[in-house]
Nanobody, 114 residues
Framework: QLQLVESGGGSVQVGGSLRLSCSASIPCTTMGWYRQTPTKQRDLVATSDRDGRLNYDESVKARFTLSRDDGVRTIYLQMNKLKPEDTAVYFC???????????WGQGTQVTVSS
């Protein structure tokens, strides 16, 4: 059973920074972060495939950086120049290397206030 442990959410002011981390208990092919608000569906923020290819939503491309350390099965999302519209619950996602199944973390709240 895969477990995803997320950390790093919180509250910041506009222009601030936060770093999210997500560690997986088994290897993942693609790992990444998605976010969701009460009025929107869960949307992609950034993902990294097994070969390190990165994919970002256009709204975060110039501000967020996703990195991956397969040695500790962890991804990091460095979020800079945060905006109020970045406020959401951020969910870690892992595609199991063994089964190909999607797994989700419990979510971590990011709140950006002006």
């Amino acid at each position: 059973q895969l477990q995803l442990v997320e950390s790093g959410g919180g509250s910041v002011q506009v222009g601030g920074s936060l770093r999210l981390s997500c560690s997986a208990s088994i290897p993942c092919t693609t790992m990444g972060w998605y976010r969701q608000t009460p009025t929107k569906q869960r949307d992609l923020v950034a993902t990294s495939d097994r070969d390190g290819r990165l994919n970002y939503d256009e709204s975060v491309k110039a501000r967020f950086t996703l990195s991956r350390d397969d040695g500790v099965r962890t991804i990091y999302l460095q979020m800079n120049k945060l905006k109020p519209e970045d406020t959401a619950v951020y969910f870690c996602n892992c595609v199991s290397q063994y089964s190909g199944r999607d797994y989700w973390g419990q979510g971590t709240q990011v709140t950006v206030s002006s």
